[in-house]
């Protein structure tokens, strides 16, 4: 015979889930630029003399031009710095955490986080993000707008924590963030920030060959051919709902 439940138990569990639903809620809301907890002066105390002399080591240097590449499958993000005219690979570091599936951002609260052609200037650096320390990714580009697609404080950051964000451990954030600044410090413009599901092989390609995102992932991947043919990050547009690309 089926157990009963009784009703102030139904009551205690319905008002227990409705509490759990509105803390996580509370909690999507929060926006990113809270008080955080980095102090960056002391960050470049402690974290800039080993990044320069490990970019001595490479023959790179601090301040130089930066590119920034994203794999979500890989869980990699990539730093590649300017030498004369091309860029050489820096460093790789392992994305903690980033939320929703292979794919791009299409709506604010999707929990998606985003894949395309974005840049980062200094205006979006954050030194008090209370995801210890973030830029914003400037997601919706003008290809993202064309579409309609709409989301807010998509950013890279600390904490190991994601809500539609890439996150890293707050040790690999103080680098690529050190990176990023001195950068657009020393008169970069913009760092772009190219954002993958996979790397763009044909092999990878043919494994997702069902995805409803087939047509948006090859259209991603002209980018990533000319910048891995070039060693230079191509200037990108949008039109007619696809990005444009020239070197």
């Given at each position: 015979?089926?157990?009963?439940?009784?009703?102030?138990?139904?009551?205690?569990?319905?008002?227990?889930?409705?509490?759990?639903?509105?803390?996580?809620?509370?909690?999507?809301?929060?926006?990113?630029?809270?008080?955080?907890?980095?102090?960056?002066?002391?960050?470049?105390?402690?974290?800039?003399?080993?990044?320069?002399?490990?970019?001595?080591?490479?023959?790179?240097?601090?301040?130089?031009?930066?590119?920034?590449?994203?794999?979500?499958?890989?869980?990699?993000?990539?730093?590649?710095?300017?030498?004369?005219?091309?860029?050489?690979?820096?460093?790789?570091?392992?994305?903690?955490?980033?939320?929703?599936?292979?794919?791009?951002?299409?709506?604010?609260?999707?929990?998606?986080?985003?894949?395309?052609?974005?840049?980062?200037s200094a205006r979006q650096l954050n030194p008090n993000s209370r995801y210890h320390l973030s830029f914003n990714l400037g997601f919706p580009n003008a290809f993202d707008q064309s579409l309609d697609r709409t989301g807010s404080y998509l950013m890279v950051h600390g904490n190991c924590l994601s809500?539609?964000?890439?996150?890293?451990?707050?040790?690999?954030?103080?680098?690529?963030?050190?990176?990023?600044?001195?950068?657009?410090?020393?008169?970069?413009?913009?760092?772009?920030?190219?954002?993958?599901?996979?790397?763009?092989?044909?092999?990878?390609?043919?494994?997702?060959?069902?995805?409803?995102?087939?047509?948006?992932?090859?259209?991603?991947?002209?980018?990533?051919?000319?910048?891995?043919?070039?060693?230079?990050?191509?200037?990108?547009?949008?039109?007619?709902?696809?990005?444009?690309?020239?070197?």
């Open positions: 015979m089926a157990k009963i439940i009784s009703r102030p138990l139904l009551w205690a569990v319905g008002t227990a889930f409705f509490v759990m639903l509105a803390v996580f809620a509370t909690y999507l809301l929060l926006p990113y630029d809270l008080p955080g907890s980095a102090n960056l002066t002391k960050v470049k105390d402690e974290r800039l003399p080993a990044l320069r002399a490990d970019l001595t080591f490479k023959g790179m240097s601090l301040g130089s031009h930066v590119f920034l590449r994203v794999f979500k499958e890989e869980s990699r993000l990539e730093a590649w710095i300017r030498s004369g005219k091309t860029y050489q690979p820096y460093k790789s570091w392992e994305i903690c955490k980033y939320s929703g599936d292979l794919g791009p951002k299409l709506k604010e609260g999707d929990g998606q986080s985003p894949e395309g052609f974005y840049n980062v809500i539609g964000c890439y996150a890293m451990t707050n040790q690999h954030i103080e680098e690529i963030y050190l990176l990023v600044e001195a950068a657009l410090q020393n008169g970069q413009g913009t760092v772009p920030v190219h954002i993958f599901p996979f790397e763009m092989t044909e092999e990878n390609l043919s494994k997702h060959a069902n995805s409803n995102w087939l047509n948006f992932w090859r259209n991603l991947k002209q980018g990533y051919d000319l910048f891995e043919e070039n060693r230079i990050p191509p200037a990108v547009s949008a039109q007619e709902g696809e990005y444009q690309f020239t070197i």
